[in-house]
């Protein structure tokens, strides 16, 4: 009876937070940093050898409605998260300052959302939740709000890099960039396309979030794969044309970067596309909402006029 109790106590608070997962005002949305102390509770605790129980006990089972999401999407399990954080205890230890730093960050955070609100009247807005994770993930969504991992955002110049993974040294951030990640999971809360099954579709919905991302906030989070791949347009573009309309994403998205060339590049490719669209559409607002509810990803291609940029160019 206890057992059933408590279950339909956490449907009810399940409830109640779905309820408040998101508004038409970009006011309502709350900027959650609850987590994040709670993190570093459990992290003094299980020093030295960072034990899993201390994170289940003093993180997971007092984390919040995101956080739990966040388990499921990217953490696992608190073994899973103390074996990274066994793994990476200076890196961690590193971060501390900069995720006391986030909580400062609301104001820029709802500037972003008042800019959307203004480019998109039908927008929503999500509470936003700070996590610390094992360094999956920079951020994601659910529906009850935008995740962010706010340990892959702890970059400084005094950062320990021993310990991190050539793609981790690629993709670890500063504090800094929290407002456009945040911009970033924002648009992809907001997008009402098709399931995106190709790279085409896959590219136009990552590399779309980060051009609406740069619209609101300023800045988009993928810098580094901009200043490799812009310099390559013309041949990326042939070599993307060639597998747009498959479902093998290897060498674009989601696979490990190598000899030189950046993971992710097709969040570049579907930036490039979504802004020739932006560019080329005279009424601004009628092209954000055209981004944001894509129909047919092939058609949407081909209204942006980017593939006639390399038309009669030798191969």
């Not at 936003?128 to 094992?134: A, K, P, W």
């Not at 399931?195 to 800045?219: C, H, M, N, V, Y």
């Not at 347009?233 to 993307?240: C, P, T």
């Not at 990803?297 to 940029?309: E, I, N």
Request: charged residues 25%; hydrophobic residues 40%.
């Amino acid at each position: 009876m206890r057992k059933l109790l408590r279950i339909g106590c956490a449907a009810l608070l399940l409830t109640a937070a779905g309820a408040h997962a998101q508004s038409p005002d970009p006011d309502a949305a709350r900027i959650v940093t609850a987590d994040i102390p709670r993190f570093w509770e459990a992290f003094d605790k299980a020093k030295p050898g960072f034990a899993a129980e201390p994170f289940q006990k003093l993180y997971l089972d007092r984390g919040t409605p995101g956080l739990q999401d966040f388990v499921q999407e990217r953490i696992g399990s608190a073994e899973e998260l103390a074996k990274t954080v066994r793994t990476h205890p200076y890196y961690y230890a590193s971060i501390r300052a900069s995720t006391g730093r986030i909580a400062e960050m609301e104001k820029t955070i709802r500037a972003s959302f008042h800019a959307l609100k203004n480019l998109y009247p039908d927008a929503v807005f999500p509470d936003v939740y700070f996590l610390i994770g094992r360094l999956t993930s920079g951020g994601t969504t659910s529906g009850r709000g935008l995740l962010i991992g706010a340990e892959m955002y702890g970059r400084t110049p005094g950062t320990p890099a021993e310990e991190l993974s050539d793609w981790l040294r690629q993709v670890i951030k500063p504090v800094e960039e929290i407002p456009h990640i945040v911009a970033h999971e924002l648009i992809h809360f907001e997008q009402k396309s098709p399931e995106p099954k190709t790279l085409l579709a896959q590219s136009l919905r990552e590399g779309s979030a980060d051009f609406l991302a740069e619209l609101i906030s300023g800045r988009h989070i993928n810098a580094h794969v901009h200043a490799y791949a812009n310099p390559r347009e013309a041949e990326l573009w042939r070599e993307f044309q060639g597998k747009m309309h498959g479902q093998d994403a290897k060498g674009w998205l989601y696979s490990p970067a190598t000899g030189g060339r950046p993971q992710d590049l097709g969040y570049w490719m579907g930036y490039k596309i979504a802004k020739a669209y932006y560019d080329r559409t005279a009424d601004k607002k009628h092209a954000i909402r055209d981004i944001l509810e894509i129909k047919d990803y092939d058609v949407f291609l081909a209204k942006s006029g980017y593939a006639q940029k390399f038309q009669g160019e030798r191969r």
